[in-house]
């Protein structure tokens, strides 16, 4: 079946360290799309890519979506305490319907 | 402020009861909404597409007669866990999005405990 792998599972960082998280489908993609789940609550929305090998940047975010659609990942330059929490990424059903399908995330730590 | 609203946010229950969780969307109608299942520290698993209207899709490995899904009304979704045991303690979480394909708006999640 479908799959949306993410690497590193866990990253525990000095604040001010760099951050990276990829993102890869078993599947070509339409789409990916990022979110943001801080501890206790729900995933917030982040960015949608669409074009292959687009990037696109917020701020100290920087995602990217691979050239054959299928990988994707997201860096963060200079990490603040702000930044804490877990990264998903996440891509449409291949059965074309509404269904987005998870990544396995990415919990980030960052030490103060 | 929220676009989608999920009540309640916590609940413990007794083993053997049903327990009725809302989704509702605020400001835009919704004829699919998704529930998802989160374990500690885990991804967001699909367990099912509210479809307003017709019967829910469950994802494989669901059972529907466990996790019963409404969806009366274009900004209104319901997902009871009937019978609840233990092992059903979890984090349910729904999600709805304005177009297909575009921003996923979440609930802020149920946390059930049963006892």
């Known amino acids: 079946g479908q799959q949306v792998m993410q690497i590193p599972q866990y990253q525990h960082v000095q604040e001010g360290e760099d951050f990276t998280t990829y993102c890869n489908s078993s599947?070509?993609?339409?789409?990916i799309q990022w979110y943001k789940q801080r501890p206790g609550g729900h995933p917030v929305f982040l960015i949608q890519l669409v074009k292959s090998g687009e990037v696109k940047k917020q701020k100290r975010l920087t995602f990217q979506f691979g050239e054959a659609k299928k990988n994707s990942s997201l860096h963060i330059t200079a990490t603040q305490t702000t930044d804490v929490g877990t990264y998903f990424c996440?891509?449409?059903?291949?059965?074309?319907?509404?269904?987005?399908?998870f990544g396995s995330g990415t919990r980030l730590l960052v030490r103060p | 402020g929220a676009v989608v609203s999920q009540h309640p946010s916590r609940v413990i229950c007794k083993s053997g009861t049903s327990v009725k969780i809302e989704c509702r969307s605020l400001?835009?109608?919704?004829?699919?909404m998704f529930w998802y299942r989160q374990f500690p520290k885990q991804s967001l698993m699909l367990m099912a597409t509210s479809n307003e209207g017709s019967k829910a899709t469950y994802e494989q490995g669901v059972e529907k007669d466990k996790f019963l899904i409404n969806h009366a009304s274009l900004t209104l979704s319901t997902l009871t866990v009937t019978s609840a045991h233990p092992e059903d303690s979890s984090f349910y979480i729904c999600s709805a999005s304005r177009q297909k394909y575009t921003e996923a708006f979440f609930g802020q999640g149920t946390r059930l405990t049963v006892v």
């Open positions: 996440a891509g449409p059903g291949v059965d074309s319907s509404y269904k987005l399908i």
């Open positions: 400001d835009f109608q919704a004829t699919t």
């Open positions: 599947t070509t993609l339409s789409n």
